[in-house]
C-alpha cells in the first residue's frame, strides 16, 4: 500500500516542481516604491542607454541631468534647454505583484519617447535600469539612467 502511494505521489509532486516560473527580469522582490523613490530623490541623473526598436538614441540625451523631485515632477537641464515632465511609480495594471516606472514628457519629439509605463529591470544606488514591451508589435525599448 506504501509503495502505490508513493507511486500515485510522483506525478503530483513534479508536476507541483515544474508549474513554478522563473521570472528572473520581473521588479526585484526586494524593490518597493518607497525605496525606489529614496534611491533617486537625491541628486541628478544622466541617461547612459535609450534603446527604441533596436536602435540606440542614448545621444538625443547627450549632456542632459535629470532630476527626479518629489513633487513627481522630472527636470531634464542641459545647460541651455530645460525641459519638465513627470514621473511616478504605480502597481502594474496587468500584474499587481510589479510595479511600474512612468515617465511623461509633453516634448520635444526625443523626449517624448522616453514617455512610457516602464518595467523595472534593475535597481541599485547608481543605475535603473527599465524596459518597456511595445503592446502594438512587441518591440523592446531600454532605457537606462546612471547618478552623476
Known sequence: ?????????????????????????DNPPAATAVQIRNTLL???????LFSEDGVNQTTNFSGYNFDFNAS????????????????????????PGKLDFNIAF????????????WDIVQRTDTKLVLRHVSGGDGDIDLLTFEKN
Do not use: H, Q, R
Not at 525641459?83 to 495594471?93: E, R
Not at 509633453?106 to 509605463?117: K, M, Q, R, T, V
Open 72 to 95: 513627481d515632477v522630472l527636470l531634464a537641464e542641459n545647460g541651455t534647454n530645460n525641459y519638465a515632465g513627470t514621473w511616478t511609480i504605480t502597481v502594474d495594471d496587468d500584474n
Open 1 to 25: 500500500m506504501k509503495k502505490l502511494f508513493y507511486v500515485l505521489m510522483l506525478p503530483c509532486i513534479l508536476l507541483a516542481s515544474f508549474s513554478c516560473s522563473d521570472d528572473s527580469d
Open 106 to 117: 509633453a516634448g520635444p519629439n526625443n523626449f517624448s519617447e522616453l514617455s512610457e509605463d
Open 42 to 48: 537625491p541628486g541628478t541623473w544622466k541617461i547612459t
